[in-house]
């Protein structure tokens, strides 16, 4: 298997969606759907990156995210904001390492944009 990716989302197509391009590119995927277990997740898996959605019930991706950079096992994993928030540049001022614009349109791009994350 490849990399690890923890996919975080709350819709469930969204994340089988990209469950589908990433695995099928050779990369091991984990998923959660929403920001509690990706805390978890990340903690007991520690991926090589991580694509959280952003608005999720409860506590959203930005407060996971926060959660997980402040662990010292999980700090250095990169986490991608995946989110249809148009605000890029809020995104990466919140210490996002990246951003992907949701709907993904091409599978293409989306898995060059995330090997440029792994890389």
Do not use: W
Request: charged residues 25%.
């Amino acid at each position: 298997m490849g990399k690890k990716i923890l996919v975080v989302d709350d819709n469930a197509d969204s994340r089988q969606l990209e469950g589908l391009f990433l695995s099928g590119a050779g990369y091991e995927v984990l998923q959660a759907a929403n920001a509690e277990d990706a805390i978890h997740v990340a903690g007991k898996a520690i991926p090589d990156l991580i694509l959280m959605d952003i608005c999720m019930p409860g506590i959203n991706g930005l407060e996971a995210m926060y959660a997980i950079k402040e662990d010292s096992a999980t700090e250095d994993i990169k986490i991608v904001a995946l989110t249809a928030l148009a605000d890029r540049g809020k995104m990466m001022t919140a210490g996002c390492d990246g951003y992907i614009p949701k709907p993904i349109i091409n599978s293409r791009d989306f898995l060059d944009t995330v090997a440029t994350f792994l890389s």
